[in-house]
């Protein structure tokens, strides 16, 4: 199992609330992303960054917005929370070509 | 856009049995990767095979590239129970940027 930790594991809210998902790492990766996964689908990249106070889109339109202000820290913020945003979220970090993920926040919103 | 496209999409063996899975892919590429998934969980990495070469081995696991066709098998042999997840293929754009477009996965199902 990789270094890298996501919470909450599980989070079930309501329409219009602010939410963060949270990501670390303890590896010293410069490289960190956001996937978004619905069950049984392929992987979409929602954000991504190359290191502190660097944050990028991905292929994926997102409402979401991400930060880096440090290397090991990379939270996922939602200003508010609606039913399509129900997915899984896979946080993963990379040093080369290789990723390690988290094992994913699963979000449902009513 | 959709770069890898894995086949079959599912797929039902007994332990023991030997686990193909095929990955096509649309552009260029600087490598290839394989996945694993457990239920609810994050991915494994699995194996890398880059574009100038053609196969590589990992224990019980045999991935192959054929850069003409755009395309990749997973081999698994002597399957085991433990096997069953679901596997995705990878794919890095030769630009060098470590972004990867994911396929859609194949579910296997090993039984005892």
């Known amino acids: 199992e990789a270094d890298i930790y996501q919470t909450p594991r599980y989070l079930v809210i309501g329409t219009g609330k602010k939410i963060t998902l949270e990501c670390s790492q303890t590896?010293?990766?410069?490289?960190m992303y956001w996937y978004q996964q619905d069950p049984g689908m392929e992987l979409h990249l929602i954000h991504y960054?190359?290191?502190?106070?660097?944050?990028e889109k991905g292929d994926l339109s997102s409402e979401s917005t991400v930060s880096r202000i440090r290397t090991e820290h990379f939270p996922l913020t939602l200003e508010s929370a609606r039913p399509s945003h129900t997915s899984q979220y896979l946080c993963?970090?990379?040093?080369?070509?290789?990723?390690?993920f988290g094992p994913g926040t699963r979000l449902t919103v009513t | 856009s959709q770069q890898g496209e894995e086949d079959p999409q599912a797929l039902s063996i007994q332990e023991g049995e030997n686990a193909t899975m095929n990955c096509s892919y649309k552009?260029?590429?600087?490598?290839l990767q394989w996945y694993r998934q457990n239920s609810g969980r994050g991915l494994v990495h699995l194996i890398l095979?880059?574009?100038?070469?053609r196969e590589k081995h990992s224990g019980r696991l045999r991935v192959t590239l054929d850069t003409s066709k755009k395309s990749s098998s997973l081999l698994i042999t002597a399957s085991r129970a433990a096997d069953t997840a679901s596997y995705f293929c990878?794919?890095?754009?030769?630009?060098?940027?470590?972004?990867?477009?994911f396929g859609k996965g194949t579910m296997l199902l090993v039984s005892p």
């Open positions: 993963a970090s990379s040093v080369g070509d290789e990723q390690y």
């Open positions: 590896m010293g990766h410069d490289k």
């Open positions: 960054s190359y290191g502190v106070n660097s944050t």
């Open positions: 552009t260029s590429i600087n490598n």
């Open positions: 095979i880059r574009s100038n070469e």
């Open positions: 990878a794919t890095a754009p030769p630009s060098g940027y470590s972004t990867l477009t």
